[in-house]
């Protein structure tokens, strides 16, 4: 199921089967350090996908303690995480075109064909924190 998501997305993307497998593999990745509900959902219902992420982090260099992990939950990790995200798939030689089709290209494989819904952008994968945030950094300028 996994190798099915990998080809779907390379060939809607027009990226190489190991650059849709890196790609996935670093999306997951954030996802899964961010405790996402997608990482979580896709874990369960894709065989090899919580293997690809650790693989991908590991690769990475990422972080891995349980201090470390709950440190890139505050808004501060999560802007990293999400940060770390764009430049590891830049440099896979992902364009910004490239990269902003990649979750919505994910999202409607996993609704159609295992009825995952609700993961199209950015803010369904590490949350909405960030938001909250920065309204809170608004009001305290004003």
């Known amino acids: 199921m996994l190798n ?3 080809k779907h997305v390379g060939t809607e993307t027009g990226l190489t089967q190991s650059k ?3 790609a996935i593999g670093i999306i997951l990745n954030a996802a899964e350090r961010q405790a996402s509900p997608f990482a979580s959902a896709m874990f369960k219902e894709l065989p090899g996908a919580r ?3 650790a693989k991908t982090g590991s690769e990475m260099g990422t972080a891995t303690g349980e201090i470390a992990r709950l440190i890139e939950r505050t808004p501060g990790g999560r802007r990293y ?3 770390q995200m764009i430049r ?3 440099n896979l030689d992902l364009g910004h075109q490239t990269i902003s ?3 919505p290209v994910i999202s409607e494989y996993v609704a159609e064909h295992n009825g995952l819904e609700g993961f199209g952008h950015l803010g369904d994968l590490i949350g909405t924190d960030l938001d909250a945030d920065a309204e809170t950094q608004g ?3 004003a």
């Open 4 to 6: 099915d998501l990998i």
């Open 20 to 22: 849709a497998r890196a």
């Open 51 to 53: 293997t690809l992420a």
């Open 81 to 83: 995480v999400a940060s």
């Open 88 to 90: 590891s798939l830049h």
């Open 101 to 103: 089709r990649l979750l």
């Open 139 to 141: 009001s305290i300028a």
